[in-house]
Each structure stands twice: as structure tokens, then as C-alpha cells.
Nanobody, 121 residues
Framework: HVQLVESGGGLVQPGGSLILSCAAS????????MAWFRQTPGKERERVAF????????YYADSVKGRFTISQDNAKNTVYLQMNSLKPEDTAMYYC???????????????WGQGTQVTVS
């Protein structure tokens, strides 16, 4: 059972930057697809970015492409989401997830963190 703990959220002005971290309780680099989702009240969780097992291909939602970067530090079992040029519409609860594959739907990811709030205002 992988435990994920997110951190790094907060309040930032438009145009600002934040780095979210997701610390895993065990080695995930070659075993899991690591993904970041976000959710606002009344809406489904939206996949923002993911990185394939082994740190190969990366994916970004069109809404964040060119502004967000997902990366992984294998020695620390930690996945990061660097968020630049933040916009008010990026405001959401951000969740880290681990899955056996890089699924489109949130329901297919097996392990989740508790979330970290990002507010752009």
C-alpha cells in the first residue's frame, strides 16, 4: 500500500510560481505511473500531468502545457509539479496519484494523497 503525501500548496498571485511535492512511502519510479490531478468544487478530478514508470514519457493537459513541469527524484521517492505563470483558473485542490498505468480516469488510480490547496488570486 503506497502512501502519498503532497505539500507545497498555498496562495500565490497571478503570474507567480509554486512547486508541489508528492512524497511516496516506497519506491515508485519503475513501478507506477505518477500523476497529478486537480479538482474544484462540483467538478470531476482533472488530470493535469503524469510521468510514465521509469521516468520516460510525460503528459500535460492542454490547459497547463508550457507552464507546468512534472519531474521525479528517485532517491527521494518524490514527484514534483513545477507550476509557473499561474492563473486564477489554476485554483484547485491538487492531488498526487499512483497507478499501475497512466490511466485517463481518476477512478483507475489505486493510491491517492490527501491533496494540497492551490489558490491563485
Amino acid at each position: 500500500h503506497v502512501q502519498l503525501v503532497e505539500s507545497g500548496g498555498g496562495l500565490v498571485q497571478p503570474g507567480g510560481s509554486l512547486i508541489l511535492s508528492c512524497a511516496a512511502s516506497e519506491y515508485t519510479y519503475s513501478s507506477y505511473c505518477m500523476a497529478w490531478f486537480r479538482q474544484t468544487p462540483g467538478k470531476e478530478r482533472e488530470r493535469v500531468a503524469f510521468i510514465y514508470p521509469g521516468g520516460g514519457s510525460k503528459y500535460y493537459a492542454d490547459s497547463v502545457k508550457g507552464r507546468f513541469t512534472i519531474s521525479q527524484d528517485n532517491a527521494k521517492n518524490t514527484v514534483y509539479l513545477q507550476m509557473n505563470s499561474l492563473k486564477p483558473e489554476d485554483t484547485a485542490m491538487y492531488y498526487c496519484a499512483a497507478g499501475w498505468d497512466c490511466y485517463v480516469n481518476a477512478r483507475d488510480y489505486k493510491f491517492w494523497g490527501q491533496g494540497t490547496q492551490v489558490t491563485v488570486s
